[in-house]
């Protein structure tokens, strides 16, 4: 009985090592397809999108609001749209030749005010995407800071960050795919500017300097509605309540009419005029919404809709993840300089599979070696120690692969101290063997072996929980390592080489 | 006994004049960083046809000769092609351009050549990540440490390790940059294991201890009624 239990123990570890090294086949469509899973490589070894971004050096002649200190407070807009110094003066002249010619307006109305005065100066003026006074050492490791803030918030772990202090240039090596390179892309060249103006002038009447916290709620109603949720601090809270009492809509009773002189009802119609005075919500120079206050905003939390009502959960979270980037850049402030992409390409590692390949035949060199001076040194025992090795490397093998485990460069050299670890192990047990072959053995060896990894067990559970790939990469390898090495030993060292006699 | 002292003093002025050197290297000319860590040139190429990447790295070699660099492959197409190299001047550039038209009959120029000058990685923004982990496991392992052997003197215990360890990784540190090895997160992972060997081995040396002290108490302990009685017996032996 006992005799069969070792040949079946012996057919699991050699089964492991075969679906570990060659694969599980199977014709699909007449194709030959492997189910085991591929190892995942990380960026040094898969190899990386490298996206280089310079400081944008555009420049654009804009009609602007200008305050007596020579600030700059808005665009001057009409209905919406930013207009040049030539667009008024033309539209102006327009406006004196029509006096008198307008129609007489309907029954009902709605029109924007234009009576707005607004306190500043308007001039064309030339401005930069950056300015001269914000290309400096200081502002670009702003900006990289600002980046690498966003990124971590977005839960975008895997990549370098490189920035020139002279010319600002930040070169991003990413091991991802299309959807988080494209997020990166939009974390990097969109400052993060966030503005109230007011749709009829122009005039900015709050910015980022008025948000206290940015958020993403949703309500849940039969449908998904997504909302960015902007906190104001004491200035902007004051300055929301202000807007949102003067951008109303104003209903004026303007005349009273009787409707037809003939009826015989003195019924009156009273004629309405509705005049609305709107502010249009501006990130990075794309309008979100146009829309007026319908009561005061007291409380000093603006609700901005996101998308629309969803039944889809795809949907819904499409919604959710561009609110949630939005509301990330928010959070982490205006980036002092405005990036544009130069070049985006993938990058493949310098390490080829070429070389992956020998270095996987110097590992199998190394463990043909360690198993023959196994076999030497404690002849069958040793022999039954190597055959368990190469299965705890074929199960560890298989595990990483179904556990996604990231292997990179420091994985690797991880892996390789975590099987060296192993055999130190069965070394150990075998001599024990030798000296105490009463079964205590490997209760003995066990207490003395891991009592000796403390550290290793520590690390193994920090580093897996730290988010940092690179630092993951290694906990996982370790943790797997260990755990599996305690299982398998248990339930197959243990039986096969415990009480054994040669 | 005398040579013994001698042999470490000898040990400990070697190990002090290596770890001036290293620091005197350090502040000189810095931490010698890999190609790919350091400040570099990015030459890009898209060639239009099936990059063979060996060619590629004959042509480097003949052309920047002595010079170290990486010649990765871009995109996904096998087309493009991407050289890194410290600094790369002008002749190198036009002997770089004619080799490649030689060998894969193209027709570029040194214009076709995307250039982009790519700045280093900091060494501090690469060790960054590590600190936070590394300190933690320091912390749990040192807890540990006490618990395990408050029978030694455990605080020594602690420290001696400690110091021991860091010790060791300066050392390292010294040789990486007198010998001037080219540092990337591989060498830093590597005084990483380092750390690791070194706390793993000073637990064991701590276990051996530990369990010596342990056999010698059971020796020297005198004959104790709590070990061999149960509480019945020693009320019966009181009594």
Known sequence: ?502 | MDSNKNSKKIIILGLILLIIAGLIVVSLKGVNVSLLFGKHESIELKLGKEVNMKIINEICREVFQDKRYVAKELEVFGDSFQINIKSITDDEKTNLINKINEKFETQKTVEDLNIHSISNKRIRDVIKPYIVPMLVVFVIVSVYEFVRFRKMEAIKFVIDSTWKIVLTEIICLSVVSIVRIPVDDTVINIFMIIAIAGLIFFIHKGEKELAKIMSEERLIKPFSFRQNFNKKDIFFIDF
């Open chain 1, 1 to 502: 009985m006992k005799k069969i239990k070792e040949i079946v123990m012996i057919l699991i570890v050699i089964l492991l090592s075969i679906i570990a090294f060659f694969g599980v086949f199977t014709k699909e469509n007449g194709i030959w397809k492997n189910h085991l899973p591929d190892v995942s490589y990380g960026m040094d070894l898969k190899g990386a999108r490298e996206l280089i971004y310079v400081v944008s050096n555009k420049e654009d002649e804009k009609y602007v609001y200008v305050d007596e200190a020579g600030n700059i407070k808005g665009e001057v807009w009409k209905e919406g749209k930013a207009i040049t110094e030539d667009d008024e003066k033309s539209s102006s002249e327009e406006t004196t030749e029509g006096d008198g010619q307008e129609e007489t307006t309907n029954s009902e109305e709605t029109k924007t005010s234009d009576t707005n005065e607004v306190p500043y100066t308007k001039e064309t003026r030339t401005i930069k995407k950056n300015p001269d006074d914000v290309m400096n050492k200081k502002n670009f490791e702003q900006s990289k800071k600002i980046i690498q803030k966003r990124l971590k918030e977005q839960g975008i772990d895997e990549y370098h960050i490189r920035i020139d202090d002279i010319t600002g240039k930040i070169v991003i090596e990413n091991a991802s795919d299309n959807e988080e390179v494209s997020r990166i892309e939009q974390l990097v060249a969109n400052p993060g500017k966030f503005q109230i103006i007011d749709y009829q002038t122009g005039v900015v009447l709050m910015d980022n300097s008025d948000i206290k916290q940015a958020s993403v709620v949703y309500s849940n109603n039969e449908t998904y509605q997504t909302y960015l949720q902007i906190q104001f601090n004491k200035a902007g809270s004051e300055k929301l309540k202000e807007i949102s009492n003067q951008y109303i809509e104003i209903k004026e009773e303007t005349q009273e009419v009787p409707k037809e002189e003939n009826t015989e009802t003195t019924e009156e119609d009273t004629d309405k005029e509705t005049e609305k005075k709107y502010v249009s919500i501006v990130f990075d120079d794309t309008t979100m919404m146009t829309t007026y206050f319908g009561e005061e905003m007291a409380n000093g939390i603006l609700q901005i809709s996101v998308g629309q009502a969803r039944t889809e959960h795809k949907d819904f979270m499409e919604d959710y993840n561009s609110a949630k980037t939005i509301a990330d850049m928010l959070n982490t402030g205006v980036l002092p300089v405005t990036y544009e992409l130069e070049t985006d390409n993938f990058v493949k590692s310098a390490i080829t599979e070429a070389m992956l390949e020998t270095l996987k035949i110097v590992v199998i060199i190394a463990i043909i070696i360690i198993s023959l001076i196994l076999i030497i040194k404690f002849k069958k025992k040793g022999a039954l120690a190597a055959v368990l090795n190469i299965g705890y490397i074929a199960l560890l093998s298989i595990v990483l692969r179904y556990a996604k485990v990231e292997i990179t460069i420091n994985a690797m050299i991880s892996l390789i101290f975590v099987m060296g670890i192993n055999v130190v192990f069965l070394k150990m047990f075998l001599q024990k063997c030798q000296i105490s072959n009463n079964g205590e053995a490997y209760k003995q060896v066990c207490k003395e072996f891991y009592l000796t990894i403390v550290p290793l067990i520590v690390i193994a559970i920090v580093f897996t929980l730290t988010q940092y790939y690179a630092i993951n990469s290694i906990g996982m390898v370790i943790f797997w390592g260990i755990f599996l090495q305690g299982l398998y030993n248990l339930l197959l060292t243990k039986t096969l080489l415990n009480n054994r006699k040669d």
